[in-house]
């Protein structure tokens, strides 16, 4: 959302996704730092363990990557009410 609303969009290449969270961070500021690279670090640990591991993620981790998405949400909201009202709910 952040980056359609920037103006942009993402497009199907390799890292895409790691492109994406850099190009969030651009469009939000330093106050999603913490979050995008929180999220960086779960896309890498995905696409090492997605092939050759069942169940490596915690009940923990689970609950934490769940609290991040929606801190995460929170701060895109706030973003777009304050930058891009047009998209505003």
Known sequence: MVIACAG???AARPRQHETTFQAAELAIGSSASTL???FDTCRIKRNQIEYDF?????DTEA???QAKT?????LVEKWINASAQ???K
């Open 36 to 38: 995008t690279a929180y």
């Open 86 to 88: 047009q998209f505003s």
């Open 63 to 65: 609950v934490e990557i």
């Open 54 to 58: 069942a169940g490596v993620i915690s």
């Open 70 to 74: 929606e801190e995460f949400s929170d």
């Open 8 to 10: 942009y969009r993402t």
